[in-house]
Nanobody, 120 residues
Framework: QVQLVESGGGLAQTGGSLRLSCASS????????MAWYRQGPANQRELVAV???????NYADSVKGRFTIARDNAKGSVYLQMDDLKSEDTSVYFC??????????????WGQGTQVTVSS
């Protein structure tokens, strides 16, 4: 089984910073894309940022220039540096990873979510 465990959420002030971390463990041959999502107003999950296994990154327009995604392939971890936080960044953030197992099947796994609250 594969697990993703997030950490680093919490409370920040407007204009402040937080750094989220997500560590993977379990039966993992390799990981394709790793990403961060957050919960939208209708409880849907919205893509915040994604990085593929070649290091190519994409961001939601709402976070471009403020958030930075990074991954450590050796550790199977992904990070989200969030700067210049705004109240609308308040949400539950989830990490996701497209894991290749030893039978070479690819499956998406999700972390449990971590709360980020931005106050003015």
């Amino acid at each position: 089984q594969v697990q993703l465990v997030e950490s680093g959420g919490g409370l920040a002030q407007t204009g402040g910073s937080l750094r989220l971390s997500c560590a993977s463990s379990g039966r993992i041959r390799s990981i394709n894309a790793m990403a961060w999502y957050r919960q939208g107003p209708a409880n849907q999950r919205e893509l915040v940022a994604v990085v593929n296994n070649e290091g190519r990154k994409n961001y939601a327009d709402s976070v471009k220039g403020r958030f930075t995604i990074a991954r450590d392939n050796a550790k199977g971890s992904v990070y989200l540096q969030m700067d210049d936080l705004k109240s609308e960044d308040t949400s539950v953030y989830f990490c996701a990873a497209d894991v290749v197992d030893f039978e070479r099947f690819v499956r998406r796994y999700w972390g449990q979510g971590t709360q980020v609250t931005v106050s003015s």
